[in-house]
């Protein structure tokens, strides 16, 4: 039974970092490719970041570059969603999925977290 299990997300002061991790179980980790997303009430889930299996690629939304990077530890299973400078607008639920390829579309990751959520007062 795979499992993906987000934490981190808490309030936080504008400003202030965040780091956002996702602990796998249940499948062969360093062969997926992990992706971050988010979604706030009354819309759709939106990419943040994926990586590859490997590690060695991350890619972005154009809307947190600079300020997002992500990262995993494949001998722990773990991916890791850094967040610096938060903004009001970075309040949302933040969910990790585990699929083949480190895509934007959220139909191409196979197996998904409950989420984490992130809540950044002004």
């Known amino acids: 039974q795979v499992q993906l299990v987000e934490s981190g997300g808490e309030l936080v002061q504008a400003g202030g970092p965040l780091r956002l991790s996702c602990a796998a179980s249940?499948?062969?980790?360093?062969?997926?490719?992990m992706g971050w997303f988010r979604q706030t009430p009354g819309n759709e889930r939106a990419f943040v970041a994926a990586?590859?299996?490997?590690?060695?690629?991350?890619y972005y939304a154009n809307s947190v570059k600079g300020r997002f990077t992500i990262s995993r530890d494949n001998a722990k299973s773990t991916t890791y969603l850094e967040i610096n400078s938060l903004k009001p607008e970075d309040t949302a639920v933040y969910y990790c999925?585990?699929?083949?390829?480190?895509?934007?579309?959220?139909?191409?990751?196979?197996?998904w977290g409950q989420g984490t959520q992130v809540t950044v007062s002004s």
């Open positions: 249940g499948l062969s980790f360093s062969s997926y490719a």
């Open positions: 990586i590859n299996w490997s590690g060695s690629k991350g």
């Open positions: 999925a585990a699929g083949r390829w480190p895509v934007e579309a959220s139909s191409e990751y196979d197996f």
